[in-house]
């Protein structure tokens, strides 16, 4: 089974400050999208960003932006000049294509971001 | 613009009891699909459709009924609720931008569901 591994269940950064949280993936297909959803107490899910994987090009909106790794199957997300409202959990997530035309969207366990100020 | 709407935001209900989660979305997102959420576990998917009259199972369908006679509405059905499916339930919807892949997922504000 296809899966999304996030290897740091928790990760803490000083205000202003840089993170880097990592994701690795397992798939055999060419073309997929990969996000990054960012979750507060709220509960809310809230799409940060996403990469289309057959764009070469990193995606960015405006702190935030990946390193995507085609070949090594990483796709990690750096939040630069952290803010005390960036904290929360963090999933990424992998939507594949199933032969047959389904459709799912798989997540890793997800990375609890503290913002220390 | 509501988005994606689900009711209720909160539920108790007793073992054995039965329930749905409602899920409706103003968007015209042919994709709707439904998670739980657990401690350390992630979102894993339920059940999906997509479009009115199809549905599919996900990773975790026992225990859960789902049909779509609309676009707009994909509910939610526990049978017999019993205690493991205790969880935090969210009901999401996807377009296809022309593609041959669905987009990101727009998510409702979940349910947070016990069952005592």
């Known amino acids: 089974a296809q899966t999304v591994t996030q290897s740091q269940p928790e990760m803490s950064v000083q205000e202003a400050e840089t993170v880097t949280l990592s994701c690795t993936y397992d798939t055999s297909e060419s073309d997929y999208y990969l996000f990054w959803y960012k979750q507060p107490p709220s509960r809310q899910m809230i799409l940060v960003i996403r990469q289309e994987a057959y764009k070469q090009q990193n995606a960015t909106e405006n702190r935030f932006s990946v390193n995507f790794q085609k070949a090594a199957k990483s796709f990690s997300l750096k939040i630069s000049d952290s803010q005390l409202g960036d904290a929360a959990m963090y999933f990424c997530a992998y939507r594949r294509w199933e032969q047959g035309g389904s459709e799912k969207l798989v997540f890793g366990k997800g990375t609890k971001l503290t913002v220390n100020p | ?116």
């Open chain 2, 1 to 116: 613009n509501a988005g994606v709407t689900q009711t209720p935001k909160f539920q108790v209900l007793k073992t054995g009891q039965s329930m749905t989660l409602q899920c409706a979305q103003d968007m015209n997102h042919e994709y709707m699909s439904w998670y739980r959420q657990d401690p350390g576990m992630g979102l894993r998917l339920i059940h999906y459709s997509v479009g009115a009259g199809i549905t599919d199972q996900g990773e975790v369908p026992n225990g859960y009924n789902v049909s779509r006679s609309t676009t707009e509405d994909f509910p939610l059905r526990l049978l017999s609720a019993a205690p493991s499916q205790t969880s935090v339930y969210f009901c999401a919807s996807s377009y296809n931008s022309g593609g041959w892949v669905y987009t990101e997922a727009f998510f409702g504000q979940g349910t947070r569901l016990t069952v005592v």
